[in-house]
């Protein structure tokens, strides 16, 4: 709230407020983490029902959430046991009969009911072996002022058992806010400034507060959330403009002023390939970054076999040819490895020398690394976060290139930046597509390019969902892939929890494998994490070599491995993989020119959940496509990055649901920095007092990335 700045009236403990006293008080903190005013005035509604509006008995279902009916009550019963589990009423419209149902309060009950008169009654169906019932009905007798006096929309508010055991249902917590609101009125301050409110048309913040939580319409109710919702990404987005501003002003980078002989060498003669439109773009971006006077922060998001690499190289030379030195940094060992081979392959004409750091180089190679390094003798370094230790020092680092990034903590990529005074250039390559508005608030601080456009040439893979019991129909058509020298990939899942019986399970397809494809015909190459790094290695090499056809794996083959002859990815159990872990394996294949496909495996018993992911694996190959229904199947809680990315815990806004509500604050606060970048006209220093309080905590994110 805005009135963090002292005590204030909002920050009173809620054991002092009419209705709770200590009891409700500890539980409202133990329960809900309410200990303030302020806090039950931003314990928003999480939905809300339609009170003017009526039901017949005979359209009820018990699908809907709650229904509102009008009818007489009659046949009042007790059963069970001593007749007291439970007590039935039957309600009764023009359309049909409903049974009513309580568990306690009989006796209260029992003699309120008068026959012949009307009530309204609204809860929740429900089935209760063959009927529908609504149990602990609200029931009022049909009158002018029972229809007048119920708001048409009612708010609802989350509660637990333990609350609503002491009178905190939904209800008990309205009436609470009614208590509040009157008296915490006119201390809740107004945190936009009045230019912002009417060029946006937002309700004042005070209005706003009454509206969301006692909506006089459906419309003022919209409006409450919206400037609600408005203002907690507004700040967001004005806090990561503003640090993004500031880093601008402060931080220096290198320039690159050349284009030299490397970069252009390996254009002209060592490029096999014709860039695609979206490389071009890219580089020119960075080569602008790199022109700017400025530190580059720039996150490259491109589709799995999108050609980021390529850009990496081309990138790493910008730095060569101005004198100064590139590290390319990998998530795993297996992957750092194959950078190194597919970057010297690239590199092998051109006069650079190049090295391979990660944990397992051997310690006199090790030492020669580190002080050719230090000299500037080895201009490019691959590797793993090996290559952030202390004992690292470079003559001139010039350009950081990152891949697969989340792989990485902030606090990794904040040491690597310490390395040097002025900051190397830094590009962080990701093949996990982030949909636009999670970027705009994880990386609202960075650039971000796309490369939105595939090599010519790729054909579309292929994703087909079977049943596990059409597993020999599966078989057969991996018998005729292999026929035509295809190899193919068999990936089971291993989720920590249950390892031991994942790997059975793995150990187990393995075998069928094997018995389905017999040697001498056939060779099953079988790789999982449990496996020594040299005998990993091993495997995969035989596979890469063409000397297996088949590959059992984990999701150890997850990212980077690159077998442009493999065609067809199964994946075991897919219903239990999240989307963007099917999307990456399934980016396995479809390397090479041949039509390449995804078989996903599953049983019957699929959750919706499940299902949908499932569907949508086989409708689209585009990856932001899956990440945004990624987002919208799991919340944005759960996407890869958002947990350690420092955005602070929305209350009411959802990334997954208000894309344009962002883009619309992004623009505002944009906007407004343009005109005062350091906020210091009269009209906006609101906005700066509330930006220092609602950041005061939180480190300088700024710095880091
Ligand atoms: P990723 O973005 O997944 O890292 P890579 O950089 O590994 O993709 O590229 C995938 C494959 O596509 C590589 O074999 C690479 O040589 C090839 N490639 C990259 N760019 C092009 C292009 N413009 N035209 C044709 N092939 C390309
Ligand atoms: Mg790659």
Known sequence: MAERSGPSYLDTPLDYLKGVGPQRAGLLRSELGLFTF??????????????????????????????????????????????????????????????????????????????????????????????????????????????????????????????????????????????????????????????????????????????????????????????????????????????????????????????????????????????TGAQKRVLKEIRADTLSGRQMNRLLQGDVGSGKTVVAVMSMLMALDNGFQACLMAPTEILAFQHAESVSAMLNGLDVKAGLLTGSTRQSERRNILSELKQGSLQVIIGTHALIEDVVEFEKLGM????????????????????????????????????????????????????????????????????????????????????????????????????????????DGYESIVREFPLPYYAVSILHGRMSPADKDFEMQRFVRGQTQIMVATTVIEVGIDVPNASVMVIESAQRFGLSQLHQLRGRVGRGADQSYCILMSDKQLSADARKRLEVMVSTNDGFQIAEADLQLRGPGDIQGTQQSGIPELKIADLAKDGPLLSLARQQARALLEKDPGLQMPANSLLKRQLQLLYRDSLSWSRIS
């Open 400 to 507: 950081v290139v990152i891949d697969e990034q989340h792989r990485f903590g902030v606090a990794q990529r904040a040491r690597l930046w310490s390395k040097s005074s002025t900051p190397p250039h830094v590009l962080v390559m990701t093949a996990t597509p982030i949909p636009r508005t999670l970027a705009m608030t994880i990386y609202g601080d960075l650039e971000i390019s796309v490369i939105d456009e595939l090599p010519p040439g790729r054909k579309p893979i292929k994703t087909i969902h079977q049943y596990d019991s059409h597993r020999l129909k599966v078989f057969g058509f991996m018998r005729q892939q292999i026929k035509m020298g295809r190899q193919v990939y068999v990936v089971y899942p291993l989720i920590q929890e249950s390892e031991k019986l994942d790997l059975k399970d793995l150990t």
């Open 38 to 275: 302020a806090d039950l005035l931003t314990f928003f509604p999480f939905r809300y029902v339609d009170r003017s509006r009526f039901h017949t008995i005979g359209q009820v279902s018990e699908e809907m959430p709650y229904v509102q009916l009008r009818g007489t009550i009659d046949d009042i019963r007790l059963h069970g046991k001593n007749r007291t589990t439970r007590m039935t009423a039957s309600l009764k419209d023009q359309t049909g009969r409903m049974e009513l149902v309580w568990f306690r309060g009989f006796k209260w009950l029992k003699n309120r009911f008068l026959p012949g008169v009307e009530y309204i009654v609204f809860g929740k169906p429900q089935r209760y072996g063959q009927h529908l019932s609504i149990a602990h009905p609200e029931i009022e007798p049909v009158s002018p002022e029972a229809i007048n006096q119920v708001p048409a929309l009612q708010a609802v508010y989350n509660s637990t058992e333990k609350l609503r055991s002491k009178g905190l249902d939904s209800k008990g917590i309205a009436r609470l806010m009614k208590t509040l609101l009157p008296l915490a009125g006119s201390h809740i301050g107004e945190t936009l400034p009045g230019h912002l409110l009417s060029s946006v048309k937002l309700l004042p913040r005070k209005e706003a507060f009454y509206q969301i939580h006692f909506p006089g319409s459906f419309e003022m109710m919209q409006k409450a959330r919206a400037r609600l919702k408005f203002e907690e990404l507004f700040y967001i987005q004005l806090n990561l403009l503003r640090n993004k501003l500031l880093r601008e002003e402060t931080t220096e980078g290198y320039v690159f002023p050349q284009i030299g002989q490397l970069f252009n060498g390996f254009f002209h003669r060592e490029l096999s390939f014709e860039l």
